[in-house]
C-alpha cells in the first residue's frame, strides 16, 4: 500500500466497505479484515481511517482494545465511490489522537 498515493488508499477503504454494506448495511468492518485486504498494518491503515471519518466519509467505533476498530461506509462515502471522487478538506491530525 505504500506506493499507492492516498485517494486511492481512501477510496479502496471505501470500496471494501461498500462491498460489505451491499450484502448487510448494519454490518461494521474490523479494522483486521482492512489490515488483511489492504495488506497493510493498522497502525499505517489508521490516520486514512481517522481523516476519513473526520470528513463524514465513514462511521467508525473504536474496538475493545486502542488497536482495533470497527467501520461502516456513511451515504456521503458511497456517493464518493460512486463518483470516484473524494475531498480530504481537513486532515484529523494530532486532535483525533
Same mark, same amino acid.
Given at each position: ?7 486511492m488508499? &481512501? %477510496? ?6 461498500? $462491498?460489505? &454494506?451491499?450484502? @448487510?448495511?448494519?454490518? %461494521?468492518? +474490523? ?6 485486504? =489492504?495488506?497493510? +498494518?493498522? !497502525? !499505517? =491503515? ?7 471519518? /473526520?470528513?463524514? &466519509?465513514?462511521y467508525?467505533? @473504536? #474496538?475493545?482494545? $486502542?488497536?482495533t /476498530? &470497527? %467501520?461502516?461506509?456513511? @451515504?456521503? #462515502?458511497?456517493?464518493? =465511490?460512486?463518483?470516484r471522487?473524494? !475531498?480530504?478538506?481537513? !486532515? ?6
Open positions: 500500500m505504500s506506493s499507492m498515493p492516498g485517494r488508499v &481512501y %477510496l479502496e477503504i471505501l470500496k471494501i466497505l461498500k $462491498k460489505h &454494506y451491499d450484502k @448487510d448495511p448494519t454490518y %461494521l468492518i +474490523p479494522s483486521s479484515e482492512l489490515r488483511s485486504k =489492504l495488506n497493510t +498494518p493498522v !497502525e !499505517e =491503515l489508521r490516520p486514512y481511517v481517522e481523516d476519513l471519518e /473526520f470528513n463524514g &466519509y465513514v467508525r467505533e @473504536d #474496538g475493545i482494545s $486502542k488497536a /476498530f &470497527y %467501520l461502516m461506509i456513511s @451515504d456521503k #462515502g458511497i456517493r464518493a =465511490l460512486k463518483e471522487k473524494i !475531498e480530504i478538506t481537513e !486532515e484529523c491530525g494530532l486532535h483525533c489522537q
